[in-house]
């Protein structure tokens, strides 16, 4: 079975939630290439613009500009499609007009039908920034030797060329007025031009460091200036043109790439490659943050008209910020895994947190700043709970339950009981009393001043998620996996309800501040509210949203509020009512965890993508962000069945397809970090991933969740690029996984018991891309010095081509029968005959002699075509016959390099996913 391999930046699919679905499916087909039935994402996002007139906004990507409309953000147009990556957009200030750099010309569009008004051509240098004056009258070109062009745009003709850089311009910018124009490089310097008679009118030498970006104050002669240093922290300086003092801020950011400031002049923003901060311009202090995790590029940055609305534009999705409700207090930095659970302390002053990469850290509640960290050494922190005097910590880890004096030389205790992972802790209110619930299905209440168990309830037939003590002591609750909630009498052991109601598996409970109420969430969806003195259901809610993880619920103080965790976000209840009353969103992946301070002003959430993050808890923080955008795809595959369909990049999305009506729905998305390699089982039930780990990651193919891990590549440097895995293939039978890693060493894993059958090592070379032969005999690989194949039932070698040209090469592919191998090459694809070891053709495109890698290939099922896709600019795929070896077609539309390429089951379809941020269907019906 063809092993693919993937990068996976996902599609968040809002459209699916906020988009008719027929609408949805024809956007799919807008601008297709020639023979491309569909298109999943919508190209890497390199830059957006508002109108000024803020009834549409415009989205640069790898494939064209989208314009969307501002109030339904709806799309209108695909402006020049599949035609080359636009770089640059600005809308003119009657918002007629839409410009954008597009290589080595300027096009300006009409965005009431999407027509080309004028295209101004540089024969022979790219166009890397452009401008317009205030007045729509100019525009500003610069290209990369370093001229800048002005251009008439009422005539359509150049009106003068300004020259005095010497390297290529990367920013220009109209003064408010439109009197001055600013223009930069990298490494500077800054030069000002009068835009009325083409002289520079000062040179600005006094900032020394990178230039990422310039922004003209809308009132005030001031220009701010941003980049970064030579070790690449962000610097940005705000200057004073009239008197040349200039200010510095403190941004404490990686690289600054994007500046913007607000129409009323108020707000600056900054956009760097994994943060986003507001200041003040006034005062230059900041405002706000935005995290938003692990991005490859540059962050851009845009108001909306009114300044209520921050644009933030990443490479694989665009987030729109509501500045009047960015009440996120402080985004907490410092664990390396997804962090499963915080707690405050009773003062409300420290922050207690427990994550996946086995440490507890405790912060500063005011400052943010990590006070101090305890790693337990034992793979994970699953739960924290402060006692109530606030002297102790209790982490739920893996068998282990750790009691941390944090004021005190004393060492932690660990108490051992449980014979799995330990999910929650909870202190009774005399801090006396300690309840946990684990993997093993008990629930154990300890003794604290002994360290001793004083019973151990086992009621729950699979694992106990969450456990509570009410506000008086008396009542323990626990809620399992098997969907049950058990109350206890803390005091003597005994039951005193068994509560029936959830459809699925119990995530949290939470008792109310005056205990006469517990709260339950669950995998079905609902949060059920009982009584509990009678063990009955009071009231339901919650619903209406997926049940892709309702993870963890938390009563405010007062008790009239319940915070509710869930996909990215957290959401707020009227515990009376049931309704929903407000919505956080900010975090990059799943919220694990919320709780409330003591004073009930502050919720901290903890998440997925590895940060806690404060919120005022009385103001919702509601952001959009637009689905459709993917950012480089590495790979695709269909699954054994045809029916469903994987893509992406830093995550991964699987679609349903339905070929017969030529429709395109998403199941789901992972987000799962940086997967370069995806199989699907043979029995189409789990998916396989590898990626920047030492290990294979196996998910249900139908829900997304994680099944397990497999641990047996180098674990040396977890991080390091060598250790990544890439290369995963299910034998035929889906009895046994290879997996193939940077480091050179292949496994084969026994997929039922998870256990290895067989490690393989490669010396001195690396192990890029594997596939199984059909008939289960043989394992092929390619890595930087040739081609292997290796018995199955020995773990020997069985062949090696060397060819020491079979370099970047990811395309590796047997023929159904399993007696040819084909492995992409420089300029061709290679066939060999498995049995002799003997190459028996091959295959090129109608230019042999241009250069190019075949980065994948593919055999179709039936074994009579080759599909392979080639790293040049041509970024073609291209299509061959097996028997006669002649190229039977050739499909362009992609705009960057292509990097995996699939057939669907039936033949029927081929999918190319490419670095431009989209998947291409093509329909190959006609070359049967």
Same mark, same amino acid.
Request: charged share 20%; net charge negative.
């Given at each position: 079975?063809?092993?693919?391999?993937?990068?996976?930046?996902?599609?968040?699919?809002?459209?699916?939630?906020?988009?008719?679905?027929?609408?949805?499916?024809?956007?799919?087909?807008?601008?297709?290439?020639?023979?491309?039935?569909?298109?999943?994402?919508?190209?890497?996002?390199?830059?957006?613009?508002?109108?000024?007139?803020?009834?549409?906004?415009?989205?640069?990507?790898?494939?064209?500009?989208?314009?969307?409309?501002?109030?339904?953000?709806?799309?209108?147009?695909?402006?020049?499609?599949?035609?080359?990556? *636009?770089?640059?957009?600005?809308?003119?200030?009657?918002?007629?007009?839409?410009?954008?750099?597009?290589?080595?010309?300027?096009?300006?569009?009409?965005?009431?039908?999407?027509?080309?008004?004028?295209?101004?051509?540089?024969?022979?240098?790219?166009?890397?920034?452009?401008?317009?004056?205030?007045?729509?009258? *100019?525009?500003?070109?610069?290209?990369?030797?370093?001229?800048?062009?002005?251009?008439?745009?009422?005539?359509?003709?150049?009106?003068?060329?300004?020259?005095?850089?010497?390297?290529?311009?990367?920013?220009?910018?109209?003064?408010?007025?439109?009197?001055?124009?600013?223009?930069?490089?990298?490494?500077?310097?800054?030069?000002?031009?009068?835009?009325? @008679?083409?002289?520079?009118?000062?040179?600005?030498?006094?900032?020394?460091?990178?230039?990422?970006?310039?922004?003209?104050?809308?009132?005030?002669?001031? =220009?701010?200036?941003?980049?970064?240093?030579?070790?690449?922290?962000? *610097?940005?300086?705000?200057?004073?043109?009239?008197?040349?003092?200039?200010?510095?801020?403190?941004?404490?950011?990686?690289?600054?790439?994007?500046?913007?400031?607000?129409?009323?002049?108020?707000?600056?923003? =900054?956009?760097?490659?994994?943060?986003?901060?507001?200041?003040?311009?006034?005062?230059?202090?900041?405002?706000?943050?935005?995290?938003?995790?692990?991005?490859?590029?540059?962050?851009?940055?845009?108001?909306?008209?009114?300044?209520?609305?921050?644009?933030?534009?990443?490479?694989?999705?665009?987030?729109?910020?509501?500045?009047?409700?960015?009440?996120?207090?402080?985004?907490?930095?410092?664990?390396?895994?997804?962090?499963?659970?915080?707690?405050?302390?009773?003062?409300?002053?420290?922050?207690?947190?427990?994550?996946?990469?086995?440490?507890?850290?405790?912060?500063?509640?005011?400052?943010?700043?990590?006070?101090?960290?305890?790693?337990?050494?034992?793979?994970?922190?699953?739960?924290?709970?402060?006692?109530?005097?606030?002297?102790?910590?209790?982490?739920?880890?893996?068998?282990?339950?750790?009691?941390?004096?944090?004021?005190?030389?004393?060492?932690?205790?660990?108490?051992?009981?449980?014979?799995?992972?330990?999910?929650?802790?909870?202190?009774?209110?005399?801090?006396?009393?300690?309840?946990?619930?684990?993997?093993?299905?008990?629930?154990? +209440?300890?003794?604290?001043?002994?360290?001793?168990?004083?019973?151990?309830?086992?009621?729950?037939?699979?694992?106990?998620?969450?456990?509570?003590?009410?506000?008086?002591?008396?009542?323990?609750?626990?809620?399992?996996?098997?969907?049950?909630?058990?109350?206890?009498?803390?005091?003597?052991?005994?039951?005193?309800?068994?509560?029936?109601?959830?459809?699925?598996?119990?995530?949290?409970?939470?008792?109310?501040?005056?205990?006469?109420?517990?709260?339950?969430?669950?995998?079905?969806?609902?949060?059920?509210?009982?009584?509990?003195?009678?063990?009955?259901?009071?009231?339901?809610?919650?619903?209406?949203?997926?049940?892709?993880?309702?993870?963890?619920?938390?009563?405010?103080?007062?008790?009239?509020?319940?915070?509710?965790?869930?996909?990215?976000?957290?959401?707020?209840?009227?515990?009376?009512?049931?309704?929903? @009353?407000?919505?956080?969103?900010?975090?990059?992946?799943?919220?694990?965890?919320?709780?409330?301070?003591?004073?009930?002003?502050?919720?901290?959430?903890?998440?997925?993508?590895?940060?806690?993050?404060?919120?005022?808890?009385?103001?919702?923080?509601?952001?959009?962000?637009?689905?459709?955008?993917?950012?480089?795809?590495?790979?695709?595959?269909? /699954?054994?069945?045809?029916?469903?369909?994987?893509?992406?990049?830093?995550?991964?999305? +699987?679609?349903?397809?339905?070929?017969?009506?030529?429709?395109?729905?998403?199941?789901?998305?992972?987000?799962?970090?940086?997967?370069?390699?995806?199989?699907?089982?043979?029995?189409?039930?789990? *998916?396989?991933?590898?990626?920047?780990?030492?290990?294979?990651?196996?998910?249900?193919?139908?829900?997304?969740?994680?099944?397990?891990?497999?641990?047996?590549? /180098?674990?040396?440097?977890?991080?390091?690029?060598?250790?990544?895995?890439?290369?995963?293939?299910?034998?035929?039978?889906?009895?046994?996984?290879?997996?193939?890693?940077?480091?050179?060493?292949?496994?084969?894993?026994?997929?039922?018991?998870?256990?290895?059958?067989?490690?393989?090592?490669?010396?001195?070379?690396?192990?890029?891309?594997?596939?199984?032969?059909?008939?289960?005999?043989? #394992?092929?690989?390619?890595?930087?010095?040739?081609?292997?194949?290796?018995? #199955?039932?020995?773990?020997?070698?069985?062949?090696?081509?060397?060819?020491?040209?079979?370099?970047? @090469?990811?395309?590796?592919?047997?023929?159904?029968?399993? /007696?040819?191998?084909?492995?992409?090459?420089?300029?061709?694809?290679?066939?060999?005959? #498995?049995?002799?070891?003997?190459?028996?053709?091959?295959? @090129?495109?109608?230019?042999?002699?241009?250069?190019?890698?075949?980065?994948?290939?593919?055999?179709?099922?039936?074994?009579?075509?080759?599909?392979?896709?080639?790293?040049?600019?041509?970024?073609?795929?291209?299509?061959?016959?097996?028997?006669?070896?002649?190229?039977?077609?050739?499909?362009?539309?992609?705009?960057?390099?292509?990097?995996?390429?699939?057939?669907?089951?039936?033949?029927?379809?081929?999918?190319?996913?490419?670095?431009?941020?989209?998947?291409?269907?093509?329909?190959?019906?006609?070359?049967?």
């Amino acid at each position: 079975m063809k092993s693919s391999y993937i990068f996976l930046f996902m599609l968040l699919f809002i459209f699916s939630l906020c988009v008719p679905n027929a609408y949805a499916q024809e956007v799919l087909q807008w601008n297709l290439p020639d023979g491309a039935k569909a298109r999943f994402g919508k190209g890497n996002i390199k830059n957006v613009a508002f109108s000024p007139d803020g009834n549409t906004y415009a989205v640069a990507t790898g494939i064209g500009i989208w314009l969307y409309d501002a109030q339904t953000h709806q799309e209108r147009y695909l402006l020049g499609a599949h035609k080359t990556i *636009i770089r640059k957009i600005s809308f003119s200030p009657d918002s007629s007009t839409l410009a954008a750099s597009l290589q080595r010309e300027v096009v300006l569009w009409n965005i009431t039908d999407g027509t080309q008004k004028a295209v101004f051509k540089n024969e022979k240098e790219y166009v890397d920034s452009i401008a317009l004056s205030p007045d729509g009258t *100019i525009l500003a070109s610069a290209i990369t030797d370093g001229k800048i062009i002005l251009w008439d745009i009422g005539k359509a003709k150049q009106k003068r060329v300004l020259t005095g850089h010497t390297e290529g311009v990367s920013s220009v910018v109209f003064s408010s007025d439109g009197k001055t124009l600013a223009s930069c490089n990298y490494s500077g310097p800054i030069h000002l031009w009068d835009v009325e @008679t083409g002289k520079q009118k000062d040179v600005l030498t006094q900032y020394t460091e990178k230039i990422g970006d310039l922004a003209f104050h809308p009132t005030k002669n001031i =220009l701010v200036i941003a980049g970064w240093n030579e070790d690449s922290n962000g *610097i940005v300086w705000i200057m004073d043109l009239d008197t040349t003092l200039m200010d510095s801020l403190e941004v404490q950011t990686e690289a600054v790439t994007n500046v913007a400031i607000s129409p009323d002049g108020e707000t600056l923003a =900054l956009g760097s490659r994994n943060v986003v901060q507001l200041w003040d311009v006034n005062t230059r202090k900041r405002i706000a943050e935005r995290r938003l995790g692990f991005r490859r590029y540059g962050t851009s940055v845009t108001f909306n008209p009114e300044g209520s609305i921050l644009a933030i534009a990443t490479n694989n999705e665009l987030i729109f910020w509501d500045i009047a409700g960015a009440n996120a207090k402080a985004t907490l930095k410092g664990h390396e895994n997804r962090v499963n659970s915080v707690a405050f302390s009773p003062d409300g002053r420290t922050l207690a947190s427990g994550s996946h990469d086995g440490a507890a850290h405790l912060w500063d509640v005011d400052t943010g700043l990590n006070k101090m960290t305890f790693d337990t050494n034992t793979g994970s922190v699953n739960s924290v709970a402060f006692s109530p005097d606030g002297s102790t910590v209790a982490c739920g880890s893996v068998g282990l339950i750790f009691l941390w004096y944090f004021d005190s030389a004393v060492s932690p205790i660990a108490l051992t009981g449980h014979t799995g992972t330990v999910f929650s802790v909870a202190f009774s209110p005399d801090g006396r009393t300690l309840a946990s619930g684990g993997e093993d299905g008990s629930v154990i +209440v300890w003794d604290l001043t002994t360290g001793k168990h004083k019973f151990v309830l086992k009621e729950h037939t699979n694992h106990v998620k969450s456990v509570a003590i009410s506000p008086d002591g008396v009542v323990l609750a626990s809620g399992g996996r098997d969907g049950l909630i058990f109350l206890w009498d803390v005091r003597t052991g005994l039951q005193l309800s068994k509560l029936k109601g959830h459809a699925r598996d119990i995530t949290s409970i939470v008792f109310s501040p005056d205990g006469k109420t517990l709260a339950s969430g669950s995998g079905d969806g609902n949060v059920l509210l009982w009584d509990v003195s009678t063990g009955k259901e009071k009231l339901a809610f919650g619903g209406e949203l997926d049940t892709i993880g309702l993870s963890s619920l938390a009563f405010s103080p007062d008790g009239r509020k319940i915070a509710l965790g869930h996909w990215k976000g957290w959401h707020l209840y009227d515990a009376a009512t049931g309704n929903h @009353t407000a919505t956080f969103i900010g975090h990059t992946s799943h919220v694990n965890c919320v709780v409330f301070s003591p004073d009930g002003e502050t919720v901290a959430s903890g998440s997925h993508d590895s940060t806690v993050r404060l919120w005022n808890s009385s103001g919702g923080q509601h952001s959009t962000q637009l689905s459709g955008h993917i950012g480089d795809v590495w790979s695709v595959a269909f /699954s054994p069945d045809g029916k469903t369909f994987a893509h992406g990049g830093d995550k991964w999305i +699987v679609y349903e397809l339905d070929a017969l009506n030529n429709n395109y729905r998403s199941m789901y998305h992972n987000t799962f970090p940086n997967p370069l390699s995806i199989a699907f089982s043979p029995d189409g039930r789990t *998916i396989a991933i590898g990626g920047f780990h030492p290990r294979v990651f196996l998910f249900d193919a139908m829900t997304g969740e994680e099944k397990t891990q497999l641990k047996g590549h /180098s674990v040396e440097g977890e991080g390091s690029s060598i250790n990544c895995v890439e290369g995963v293939a299910f034998s035929p039978d889906g009895s046994m996984l290879a997996s193939g890693c940077r480091n050179g060493t292949m496994i084969l894993w026994d997929v039922a018991s998870e256990q290895q059958e067989a490690t393989i090592t490669v010396d001195k070379d690396r192990i890029e891309s594997l596939d199984f032969s059909p008939d289960g005999k043989t #394992v092929g690989s390619v890595g930087g010095k040739g081609i292997y194949l290796w018995r #199955v039932d020995t773990a020997a070698e069985n062949a090696k081509f060397m060819e020491q040209k079979y370099w970047r @090469t990811k395309g590796i592919s047997f023929s159904p029968d399993s /007696s040819t191998i084909a492995v992409g090459f420089e300029k061709e694809v290679h066939l060999w005959d #498995v049995a002799t070891v003997q190459q028996k053709a091959t295959l @090129t495109g109608p230019k042999p002699d241009e250069w190019g890698i075949i980065l994948d290939v593919a055999f179709s099922p039936d074994g009579s075509k080759i599909a392979g896709v080639k790293g040049t600019e041509d970024f073609e795929v291209y299509l061959w016959d097996v028997a006669t070896g002649i190229q039977k077609a050739k499909f362009k539309g992609h705009t960057a390099q292509i990097n995996s390429v699939a057939f669907s089951t039936d033949g029927s379809t081929l999918a190319s996913g490419s670095l431009d941020g989209t998947v291409l269907l093509w329909d190959i019906e006609q070359f049967k």
